[in-house]
């Protein structure tokens, strides 16, 4: 029966395959961070970049360069887009497979903590001698009652990075005052030239400027009346700020596409000299450094408004959302002792050049070393965040809140930048999304 | 025949079937319903709060603005869609050269990614980088939004949908006009029909079932509409251009609410289904007449 053996061959193959193609995934699941035969501990790490090594270059060196010094250890990274990222942590949280430190929102931090999920960061922090090279307002925001849930990810410095060559071209002044962008807007626009480049799509939360204005309008003196319902978002003041906004757009200072538009295309629009501003943050440098702006690059705080409430010399300089440990590390020494001295190294002067050198600003009092012909770009945005007098809000106002009055907040901007919502109305909008929290 | 006709064997038959439909679909839903009378947020424990979600929908102007544009892309997507996938169908019937290849060319679109389609399109329908405008505005017509705006967008992904489904919707026509019997049609013309009353009074009735499978499919592909909005439009400006599912999406993973984008996705199959089933109602009731 010489046609039998292929077929018992081809059941055998087709076997092995079954059970290798169940194998694999198991061993993919298996959970990993338990100290190796070799003596290596494995930590995970999870964050909120689809490639990590790309998309967050500050990061990973700072993974190399502690593996490099820790070779004991073993810090395996992963990465998703943010929406995904914070789904998988979702589920991870609600079966207790959370990943070693992971990034993550505060308020869904917060959700975590009263779960009963997170480790109590301080202990840590204080034997590694961390806490007092953090800012103590970045510390207290991260702290809920005793505990410190969180650390900070990276420096969210944003701004408005200033092609100050198409200002020349146009015989334009840079501005100062609101009054004076507006006046540059008018001008720009009757020569065809965006002001400020922005855009919506897919980018919905890219209007880091105008989370700068609330400030400039109050925000911190009613966070916490925002927080505990005692104020509303539709108040005089903001919808002032709103109406700012639309005297902007009226004057032509946003692309006719800025609904289309994602924010890599408004980042594109600007570095191919098409637009004087571009609405970002210190994220941007690396790329402005690489491009012909380089030269003309300038990093402006925004405008000051008369009208505005309070202190007007304001820079968004603050803690971004930040990294958690999970609970269940502190059941395994080995784990907890290798997060430690993670978590050490990451805040020590060392990991915080490695960020300056990837384009990101220190989170910590270090300060640190640039190469100025290298690193103009970043140079000029540390100079403005460190120029005499500027003060920095305690945090940037979408990130007090749960996610979804976060994105009514930029949904509210974008709303009245597109003319598809009144500043009155957009007010509504946020007062809305509060109300229903 | 005898052997299949035993009420347990066709049990044994169906239980592969009914497994799977469970596992995929009847335990999704059930799992998904629940859900959406919770609290959900994703990191904490949810709580029941009955139809508290359904009753926050009918207060929200984007869940009915993400109706509408549904209603409207489905109006305008059915009816053009069906006659003219059904006139090319007939046109594909006719001795043409390379009819073949111009088969294929219009099945095309139905193979490609709906997320490649859109960013194909985004480039075509951008208000300011944009192929379209980019010949109108040289023409003296002033920049048009086709999408990006508050009014044109839905209509726009209605013809973006309409250009990648035409050839799948041809092809199921034309396979049924491959069905048709020969002997009909040649007595109809032996009976003196013009080709006009051929298509009118022998064709089109026997096609009616067809036409229903092409309806259907195209109402359940409208309900599921997502890729195209989150290229070409990610929904905005201000969900102005959202869709049910592009909604649902929103609710549940941008925004977190996962019991509210819960409640959508009931909706959104409540009514997918009901619109079948109301074309099917009509459809046998037509063939009754």
Redesign the interface.
Known sequence: MPGYQPRRHGRRGLAAAAALAVALPLAACSEAGDTGQDGTTTITLSMQNADVKTADPATWAIVEAFESANPDIDVEVSGQPV?EH??S??IA?QSDTLPDIFWVYKS?AE??L??DRLLDLRPILQEQGVIEHLPATTVEHFTSGDTVFGVPYQGLLTGLWTNTKVLEDHGLAMPSTFDELLQVAEELDDDGVVTISNG?????FSVWQFLVWLDRFGFEDRMDGLLDGSESWDNPDFVRMYEHIAELRDAGAF????????YQQAVDQFLQGDAAFLDAGVWAAGAIQDSDVAPHAAFWKGPTFADGVGEQNIIMNVASAPLAVAKKVGEDDAKLAAVERFLGFYYSDEAQQLMVDNGQPPVTTYEPTLEESEQSVLSAALDAASEDGVAAPATQPDLVF???VA?AIY?SI??VI?D??TPTEAAALVQRALE?E | MIWLSSRSRIAVMVLPALVLFTAFFAYPVLYGTGYSLTDAQGFSEPRLIGLDNYATLGDDPFFWLSLKNTVIILVVSVAFLVPASFALALLMQQRIRAAGALRALLFGPAIVAPILVGLVWVFILDPRVGLLNRLLVPLGIPEIQWIGGDSLTPYSIALVFSWASIGFAMTIFYAGLQQLPGDVMEASSLDGATRWQQLLHVTVPMMRETVGIVSILLVTNVFKIFELVYMLTGGGPVHRSETLVSYMYFVTFTSQRYGSGMAIAVVVLVLGALTSLAYLVLARRGRSA
């Open positions: 929406s914070l789904q942590l979702s949280a869904n959700e975590m009263a779960g919506a799509s897919q980018s919905a692309s006719s596409n800025v609904a289309t538009q994602t749960p996610v979804a994105n949904d974008y709303g597109q598809q919502l229903a």
